[in-house]
């Protein structure tokens, strides 16, 4: 099954000065078009991460293969030969999503799309071809393969990315498949006893009339007493299930909530799935797919981050397309949404740490974070407001907060907002990028809205310049208002509320790149916030994608 293709060696420098955007600390292939996170697992000691991968250029191509990489920690990749390439009846026109299991005996499988002869998706069993290898590095098809079959009435382009297997009491694994049938969004729910015969059930595990074809499904249990996850086959009353589904139609990653009961297959949400539901990340973020990390015993999240230049700008490059950094999940103790933060392991490439205590940021003022490389950072701050009676009266119903953010941008001042950060910026701040927050009250009642605004990111046009934006839910007279960015050159990732609210953006300054680039924490509203606390650090470069001795990761 490994095609002969090699990714290609990383060069050792972050950023060198033709590419001041390439990443220093964030998942990328060394060179050429990266899509959907694939299969990712422990195993034996050792973390695998695949991904969507066309060898042949920088921009996406149907004939799809799966890379292959390897991490001891979660933060050091090490490239292998390429898992699956398109080579098989069953898979001839491409291998697209899909995503690993470990069986009974520690045996890992995989189903994944294939695209046929006929172009038709259907989904393929792989099994690693020595065991024993300790990098898994040689996967071999199921001679058998597919294992399932486009369904009847269903387009032979709309079935695919099958999720990780989980196994009922009953003695069967169950998988899900997105589909779609007449713009309902469908995650159709297989079982079978041994892996590789698999009956459709009767009913989908879920369906969503006009939500258009589903993505890239992920289905797991999470706890609703503690943030460490569990393997996806846990059922029992303390876990609810999640239902996350990418809606290709909006390029969005939205997740259910709801109780699950394998005896009647029935999963019931506790919220609805329309757009203005609960979404991973309210930012550039999609595809994304979970893992259970039995080491540390956490549900581990990677998304998808695709670009925001131009495709001229994709093959100057010769690359395009990130992985979100590593992301911790769990259910909020509310039990209404999930939370998510960047993996601890971060703190292995954590330098030059920067703190600042309770320093009032007045308002119309803004503070430089100096004493680590802005362009390559960790930041976290906190802000305590007081006074909040004389924050803004607005009744926030309605009103969609992206709209509103970028209506409402960096440079327009309220009382209590836009405060939070300007990553990114030049010198003179003609280049920023501006993640903020405003708090409005009606009735009593306070909304704190969450900003992310690249329309200053770049002196370039013909970039995707969106600005995004997303409620926080806090209550800002108990807690104070939390921002956590990860800044990596053309990755601005950010942690609202403690990671209750997820925006990343892509951009591509041409003023604030390497040494240059500054940090900003600033108050534009007219009444002054407190920083209570700041932490901030410069982040090295990790090893991702070079090729090295693999024992050393
Ligand atoms: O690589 C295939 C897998 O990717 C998914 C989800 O990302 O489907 C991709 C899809 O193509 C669109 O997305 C491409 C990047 O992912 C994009 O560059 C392309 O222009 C888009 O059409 O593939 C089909 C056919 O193009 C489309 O319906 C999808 O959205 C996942 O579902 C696949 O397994």
Redesign the pocket.
Known sequence: MAGSHHVGSESSLASPSDQPHRTAFHFQPPKNWM??PNGPMYYNGVYHFFY?HNPFGP??N?Q?YWAHSVSRDLINWTPLNHAFAPTQPFDIN?C??GSATILPGNKPVILY?GLDSEHHQVQNLAVPKDLSDPYLQEWVGYTGNPVINLPDGIQH?DF??PTTAWLANDGKWRVII?SQKDKKGIAFLYRSEDFVNWSMHESPLYEVAGTG?W??PDFFPVCVDSNNGVDTSVMNSRVKHVLKV?L?DYTRDYYLIGSYTPEKESFVPQNELTLDALRYDYGKY??SKSFFDPVKNRRILMG?V?ESDSETDCIAKGWSGLQSFPRSIWLDQNQKQLVQWPIEEIKMLHENEVSIQNMNLEGGSIHEIVGITASQADVKISFKLTNLEKAEELDMSGIDPQVFCSEMDASKKGKFGPFGLLALASHDLFEQTAIFFRVFQNNGRYTVLMCSDQSRSSTRNGLDKTTYGAFVDIDPQQDEISLRTLIDHSIVESFGGGGKTCITARVYPTLAIGDDARLFAFNYGTESVLISELSAWSVKKARINIEETIGCT
């Open positions: 899509n959907d969507q921009l996406f149907p799809m491409g697209w999503s799309t382009d695919r990315d997105g074809i993505e890239c990418g290709y999609y595809a998808w695709n």
